[in-house]
């Protein structure tokens, strides 16, 4: 975060960098060379510290956005909301910025829902929240906002994915860490070959890879649009083994829609340590197999004796020692018949008479896992931003005239229905359709004003509805006909009032494109849309 330094407003500092140098990039006396200088600054701004920042801030002499001021160096800031619980306020707690920690806590009941075998996954929709140091850009940048993630838990010796396969052959654009740094364009990639040559770390981050850009390219996004970002080194959290966002290119820029991590072990190995609670898997060997274990046997009378209340707690620190931590404690204790152990501030001197380190060995059948995470986290206002800004047309000829591209499947409201006028014979008609599309639960907008069929059809492709039923004086005869118009081309068939619904249905699934129904209903040349 960077101030301005008289008026005290706060700012984003990546951000502030970012549009800065977008502002360069448009005014004319910048020179090619300034621009390629500051095109790298931009590939690389993603993995700067604060000190790289004042860098930047300083040599290209950035101010307020606002003011035109000067601006503090960088600062920290904590992004998660602080808050109270309770009368008093005394506990103080965050809102939570991601919705993944609820499905951590819950691992044991999802393991054992799962018949106590991996890999297994979870999903969640739900609330985060970010406080946001200047939110902005409508729903880009906000403070509460819906995301939804799903946990893939996952043996961290074998992250392969039995569904693959299946989209081995997909192609993305990927926009590696290493072509960051090199200063070289995003490459696209068959995600079989990026997992296979080690630029995705693994199987299983791979497939959800392939399924997040079959997903954002159904519900509306660009394809030419549309790259996946790999983490660089700095950036990246540093438990992560690797981690890719999806990102959009709208009016704002690239913006981040969805992340995909390996967060590793990390998430539920912190949770065991601060409740005692194992979250880990058991796998079965094929044989068993003889371990050499190495414990702390504390003797607990004296422990109560010496330190009371804390005996327990005492007990529970000795039981979380990793084995190279007992190997030192053992060597204290041989050396010099005492070891201090440190729990948060407090230390407690422990005699060889209250500890010892016992060595044993025993048959195991089974094998604990600490499940590694592999997590696609969406942000939904940023997806659906994007498809909005990529839905956004206007008419050839006519840029007066905008409508939304919305597919089928994703728009609000599947068809309008359009009586040619508002004359009374039309109303039985109008029933009949709606029946006929209240059996396959398709929404739909009827539209009866006095208004012109050109006016209303342009009314309806303004809001994305994506298909137009017309009703017109041919309609009263038997068997009753519709016309059905496509919004995009604007183009229309005629067919009976009775085969609407399902194809209607067909085509707000996928199952059906409009270049099928085009092939087997006659094409209807009405009157012009104007």
Same mark, same amino acid.
């Given at each position: 975060?960077?101030?301005?330094?008289?008026?005290?407003?706060?700012?984003?500092?990546?951000?502030?960098?970012?549009?800065?140098?977008?502002?360069?990039?448009?005014?004319?006396?910048?020179?090619?060379? *300034?621009?390629?200088?500051?095109?790298?600054?931009?590939?690389?701004?993603?993995?700067?510290?604060?000190?790289?920042?004042?860098?930047?801030?300083?040599?290209?002499?950035?101010?307020?956005?606002?003011?035109? =001021?000067?601006?503090?160096?960088?600062?920290?800031?904590?992004?998660?909301?602080?808050?109270?619980?309770?009368?008093?306020?005394?506990?103080? &707690?965050?809102?939570?910025?991601?919705?993944?920690?609820?499905?951590?806590?819950?691992?044991?009941?999802?393991?054992?829902?799962?018949?106590?075998?991996?890999?297994? &996954?979870?999903?969640?929709?739900?609330?985060?929240?970010?406080?946001?140091?200047?939110?902005?850009?409508?729903?880009?940048?906000?403070?509460?906002?819906?995301?939804?993630?799903?946990?893939?838990?996952?043996?961290?010796?074998?992250?392969?994915?039995?569904?693959?396969?299946?989209?081995?052959?997909?192609?993305?654009?990927?926009?590696?860490?290493?072509?960051?740094?090199?200063?070289?364009?995003?490459?696209?990639?068959?995600?079989?070959?990026?997992?296979?040559?080690?630029?995705?770390?693994?199987?299983?981050?791979?497939?959800?890879?392939?399924?997040?850009?079959?997903?954002?390219?159904?519900?509306?996004?660009?394809?030419?649009?549309?790259?996946?970002?790999?983490?660089?080194?700095?950036?990246?959290?540093?438990?992560?083994?690797?981690?890719?966002?999806?990102?959009?290119?709208?009016?704002?820029?690239?913006?981040?829609?969805?992340?995909?991590?390996?967060?590793?072990?990390?998430?539920?190995?912190?949770?065991?340590?601060?409740?005692?609670?194992?979250?880990?898997?058991?796998?079965?060997?094929?044989?068993?197999?003889?371990?050499?274990?190495?414990? &702390?046997?504390?003797?607990?009378?004296?422990?109560?004796?010496?330190?009371?209340?804390?005996?327990?707690?005492?007990?529970?620190?000795?039981?979380?020692?990793?084995?190279?931590?007992?190997?030192?404690?053992?060597?204290?204790?041989?050396?010099?018949?005492?070891?201090?152990?440190?729990?948060?501030?407090?230390?407690?001197?422990?005699?060889?008479?209250?500890?010892?380190?016992?060595?044993?060995?025993?048959?195991?059948?089974?094998?604990?896992?600490?499940?590694?995470?592999?997590?696609?986290?969406?942000?939904?206002?940023?997806?659906?931003?994007?498809?909005?800004?990529?839905?956004?047309?206007?008419?050839?000829?006519?840029?007066?005239?905008?409508?939304?591209?919305?597919?089928?499947?994703? &728009?609000?409201?599947?068809?309008?229905? *359009?009586?040619?006028?508002?004359?009374?014979?039309?109303?039985?008609?109008?029933?009949?359709?709606?029946?006929?599309?209240?059996?396959?639960?398709?929404?739909?907008?009827?539209?009866?004003?006095? =208004?012109?069929?050109?006016?209303?059809?342009?009314?309806?492709?303004?809001?994305?509805?994506?298909?137009?039923?017309?009703?017109?004086?041919?309609?009263?005869?038997?068997?009753?006909?519709?016309? *059905?118009?496509?919004?995009?081309?604007?183009?229309?068939?005629?067919?009976?009032?009775?085969?609407?619904?399902?194809?209607?249905?067909?085509?707000?699934?996928?199952?059906?494109?409009?270049?099928?129904?085009?092939?087997?209903?006659?094409?209807?040349?009405?009157?012009?849309?104007?």
């Amino acid at each position: 975060m960077v101030k301005d330094l008289k008026t005290g407003d706060c700012f984003r500092a990546d951000h502030l960098i970012k549009n800065s140098i977008e502002k360069l990039f448009t005014d004319k006396k910048t020179t090619a060379d *300034l621009k390629n200088e500051l095109q790298d600054v931009l590939a690389r701004l993603e993995g700067f510290d604060d000190k790289d920042m004042q860098e930047v801030i300083s040599k290209y002499k950035f101010k307020s956005p606002i003011t035109g =001021n000067d601006l503090s160096e960088p600062v920290a800031f904590n992004l998660m909301f602080p808050t109270q619980i309770g009368p008093t306020g005394d506990f103080k &707690a965050y809102l939570r910025p991601e919705t993944a920690q609820g499905i951590f806590v819950n691992f044991k009941r999802l393991l054992e829902f799962n018949q106590s075998k991996l890999p297994f &996954a979870a999903a969640q929709i739900g609330l985060g929240f970010r406080n946001e140091i200047s939110p902005r850009q409508g729903l880009i940048r906000v403070r509460e906002f819906t995301m939804c993630e799903i946990e893939h838990f996952v043996d961290p010796t074998d992250k392969s994915h039995p569904k693959f396969k299946k989209v081995a052959d997909y192609v993305l654009t990927l926009f590696s860490a290493c072509n960051q740094m090199d200063g070289h364009p995003a490459k696209e990639w068959k995600i079989g070959d990026a997992v296979t040559q080690g630029v995705v770390n693994n199987e299983t981050l791979g497939y959800y890879m392939a399924r997040c850009h079959q997903y954002l390219l159904k519900v509306g996004v660009d394809p030419r649009r549309l790259r996946f970002r790999q983490h660089l080194a700095n950036e990246m959290a540093h438990y992560a083994q690797d981690c890719w966002d999806a990102e959009i290119l709208t009016s704002y820029g690239w913006i981040e829609c969805v992340g995909n991590a390996d967060r590793a072990c990390y998430d539920l190995r912190q949770h065991y340590k601060a409740t005692n609670v194992k979250l880990v898997a058991e796998k079965v060997l094929p044989a068993p197999k003889n371990i050499d274990v190495v414990e &702390a046997a504390p003797v607990m009378n004296i422990l109560g004796k010496e330190f009371r209340q804390s005996a327990k707690k005492i007990q529970t620190a000795l039981s979380q020692l990793t084995p190279e931590q007992l190997a030192e404690v053992e060597t204290e204790l041989v050396t010099n018949k005492l070891y201090n152990l440190k729990i948060d501030n407090e230390t407690y001197p422990l005699t060889d008479k209250m500890l010892a380190v016992k060595k044993h060995s025993k048959t195991v059948y089974v094998e604990e896992i600490e499940p590694s995470v592999i997590e696609p986290s969406y942000g939904i206002g940023r997806v659906m931003y994007a498809v909005l800004e990529h839905a956004f047309r206007q008419r050839e000829g006519d840029e007066q005239r905008c409508f939304l591209v919305l597919p089928p499947l994703v &728009a609000p409201i599947k068809c309008s229905v *359009l009586p040619i006028s508002n004359n009374v014979v039309f109303e039985p008609i109008i029933e009949l359709v709606r029946e006929e599309l209240a059996r396959y639960d398709l929404s739909h907008k009827v539209d009866d004003s006095g =208004n012109t069929i050109g006016r209303r059809y342009a009314r309806t492709d303004e809001i994305g509805i994506p298909f137009g039923i017309t009703i017109d004086f041919e309609s009263e005869q038997k068997p009753h006909t519709v016309t *059905l118009r496509h919004a995009e081309s604007m183009q229309q068939i005629r067919l009976e009032i009775s085969e609407v619904g399902r194809l209607l249905s067909d085509l707000s699934t996928g199952r059906q494109q409009w270049s099928d129904a085009q092939a087997k209903y006659p094409k209807f040349e009405g009157k012009s849309d104007e």
